[in-house]
């Protein structure tokens, strides 16, 4: 069956050669998440794209640092995947009640895009 893309990471499939998202909803999930995942400059001729979620993990984990993440994901889906709205950004941790590393960055992003009618959630584990 043809597919969109190679799915990310990368696995061998016997029938055509790399596993490959299936449908719309898969691609704009993978690209969601390489767009928080990608530090700024990364990216070859956009040096603008890109949350850079990593950049945020040894900071400590506060209130403002927490508004600074969910203000990039909202500007950078804006700019770069305007399709997608995003509906809420929630971080888990030691503060919800959750069994979590406290040296770790979750947080969950509810999607949804309109022209396909689907609304997902993403989770994201640093």
Known sequence: ???????????????????????????????????ILTNPGERIMDINFGV???????????????QDI??????????????????SINFIGPNNNVEVDKNSLNMNIKYSIGQLNISDILNITL
Do not use: C, W
Request: proline share 7%.
């Open 1 to 35: 069956m043809p597919g969109y893309s190679p799915k990310l990471p990368l696995e061998l499939d016997n029938d055509d050669g790399f596993t490959l998202t299936q449908n719309h909803h898969e691609v704009a999930k993978q690209n969601l998440k390489m767009l």
């Open 52 to 66: 850079g979620l990593s950049r945020f993990l040894f900071e400590n984990n506060t209130p403002a640092l927490r």
């Open 70 to 87: 969910s203000a990039k994901v909202h500007e950078q889906v804006k700019m770069y995947m305007p399709f997608i709205k995003i509906v």
